[in-house]
Each structure stands twice: as structure tokens, then as C-alpha cells.
């Protein structure tokens, strides 16, 4: 579809956005949530029964627990990973109530073929801990969806100011804008990489690099940062995966750079 106006290019992506969910929650439904405790024992998908290592607070007063498999689950290969949804929950009798099974959703912060923290979505530890027969499902993650649903909707409702600009131009409805362009002369990069460079610099808007695996992207966009970080106090580094940050995080700091870390704290 190609739509002249902006608004029904984002209502037609918030359609194909809400098509590509369902289907996805579908097949996690059909690979998931019809199999017996086994199978996903079986399938990586759940581990149990589980030993507690260790419980406590993180610095945002959240409950976490490390818990390690017990001897006798033999499965190493799992599917868990960490940012990963989860539900830790206890399979034991409960005396106090007709409900037999406990949860309590969590997220992972690191897990390896026998260990794995969660950081628990709650203030305080469950009152089930010590009941045993404990486990933790991997649930269906859909964090991912929901960021999208808010920038698009987001996107949607802007009419004025400079997000609705930067719209408009991302859509390609305006022509980015670029200031004159100094020549930028590295010793550390190539002539492709210093012409790129002096276009991020030279740009009012918006700039994209863009080559094959192995062209030094990654390399002219350091450079390009730390030259920004000449002129402006503080500099937004952003990526679309955690090892892409840490590795920014990395080079950036290489360059001599004061760099702070942000993100998600089961991520970080």
C-alpha cells in the first residue's frame, strides 16, 4: 500500500503490526500452552523442579531469586534468555487455598544451562516460596509489540512541533535538510567513511549509514559521535539490542568519552 497521506500508512502498519502479533501469540499458543509439563521440560520451555540459591532486592527494591535445577532435570538445552518473560510459580499444595499453583511473573537477568536470576514483578517475595515443587515458565513475550503500538499511536495522534517534522520526513513526505558540509580529514578512516562522517555532522535532520558487513559502520559512527560530543553537552546513543549498546558503550568509551549506561534493570 502506498497511501499519499501519512496518517493511513501508520493505520496501515498498526494493522499489519496487530496481524503479525495474533499470528505470533497463535503459534506460541499452539507450541506452548497445549503441552504437558513434560514436553516442555522436554522443549526448553520450562524448568522444574528448582532450588533457590539465593533471594534478595535489587537496587530498585525489586525481589529477585537465583534458582539452579534440581539433580534429577537432565535437559541443558533450554530457551530461556535473558529479558526474557517469565512465570515462577510453585506447583505445591497450598492448605490455605482451593488453588493449587502459584505465579508470579518475572523477568530474567541471567541464566546459563543449570542457573538463572529473575527479577520478580513485585516488591516482596511470594508467601509460597518455601511451599517447593517450584518452577518457571518461559512466557510469551511481547514487550516488543507493545513499544511498537505506542510509537505508532503516538505517531498518529502528533500533528504540530518537531516530531510531526521528523514524520514527515521519515515517511518521506519532506526532504531532510543538510548544512554545508566541512570536509572531515581522519587518519582512522577511509575516504568513504570520512565523507560519511561529515554528513552526519552537515546533517539537520536525519542521516543514515548504511553498507555491507565489515565496512566499518560501526567504526564511522564512534567517530561521528565523538565529534558531536564536541559541540553538544550530551549525546542520546541508541541501538536495537542490548550487545549492540554494551558494544557502543565500549568503543565509545575507548574514545576517552564520559559514558552512562541507561536501560532496562534486567537487562543492564
Known amino acids: 500500500m502506498?497511501?499519499?497521506?501519512?496518517?493511513?500508512q501508520i493505520q496501515h502498519l498498526q494493522y499489519l503490526l496487530q496481524i503479525e502479533k495474533e499470528e505470533d501469540f497463535e503459534r506460541y499458543r499452539q507450541e506452548v500452552l497445549t503441552l504437558s509439563l513434560n514436553e516442555k521440560r522436554q522443549r526448553g520451555l520450562t524448568w522444574q523442579p528448582l532450588n533457590i540459591l539465593k533471594q534478595g532486592y535489587t537496587l530498585g527494591d525489586r525481589a529477585f531469586v537465583v534458582v539452579e535445577k534440581s539433580k534429577d532435570e537432565n535437559t541443558t538445552t533450554h530457551?530461556?534468555?535473558?529479558?526474557?518473560?517469565?512465570?515462577?510459580?510453585?506447583?505445591?499444595?497450598?492448605?490455605?487455598?482451593?488453588?493449587?499453583?502459584?505465579?508470579?511473573?518475572?523477568?530474567?537477568h541471567f541464566v546459563d544451562k543449570k542457573k538463572m536470576k529473575i527479577i520478580l514483578n513485585c516488591?516482596?517475595?511470594?508467601d509460597w516460596l518455601s511451599n517447593g515443587q517450584l518452577g518457571v515458565d518461559l512466557l510469551f513475550d511481547e514487550r516488543t509489540y507493545?513499544?511498537?503500538?505506542?510509537?505508532?499511536?503516538?505517531?498518529?495522534?502528533t500533528k504540530t512541533g518537531r516530531l510531526s517534522e521528523m514524520k514527515a520526513i521519515l515517511f518521506g513526505h519532506l526532504t531532510p535538510r543538510y548544512?554545508?558540509?566541512?570536509?572531515i580529514h581522519s587518519s582512522?578512516?577511509?575516504?568513504?567513511?570520512?565523507?560519511?562522517?561529515?554528513?552526519?555532522?552537515?546533517?539537520?535532520?536525519?542521516?543514515?549509514?548504511?553498507?555491507?558487513?565489515?565496512?566499518g559502520k560501526t567504526t564511522t559512527l564512534v567517530h561521528a559521535v565523538r565529534l558531536v560530543?564536541?559541540?553538544?553537552?550530551?549525546?542520546?546513543?541508541?541501538?536495537?539490542?542490548?550487545?549492540?549498546?554494551?558494544?557502543?558503550?565500549?568503543?565509545?568509551?575507548?574514545?576517552?568519552?564520559?559514558?552512562?549506561?541507561?536501560?532496562?534493570?534486567?537487562?543492564?
Open 2 to 8: 502506498q497511501a499519499d497521506n501519512i496518517d493511513e
Open 79 to 108: 530457551m530461556f534468555k535473558a529479558g526474557a518473560p517469565v512465570d515462577f510459580y510453585s506447583l505445591a499444595e497450598d492448605k490455605y487455598s482451593k488453588n493449587t499453583e502459584r505465579k508470579q511473573s518475572g523477568v530474567i
Open 123 to 126: 516488591n516482596d517475595f511470594p
Open 146 to 157: 507493545l513499544e511498537m503500538e505506542k510509537v505508532l499511536a503516538l505517531l498518529l495522534k
Open 179 to 183: 548544512s554545508s558540509a566541512l570536509p
Open 188 to 215: 582512522f578512516l577511509n575516504e568513504a567513511q570520512n565523507n560519511a562522517v561529515a554528513n552526519v555532522l552537515a546533517a539537520d535532520d536525519v542521516c543514515i549509514i548504511h553498507g555491507p558487513p565489515g565496512t
Open 229 to 268: 560530543c564536541e559541540k553538544e553537552k550530551n549525546v542520546l546513543v541508541t541501538a536495537p539490542s542490548n550487545a549492540a549498546v554494551d558494544l557502543m558503550v565500549d568503543r565509545l568509551t575507548e574514545k576517552g568519552l564520559q559514558v552512562v549506561r541507561i536501560g532496562n534493570i534486567s537487562r543492564v
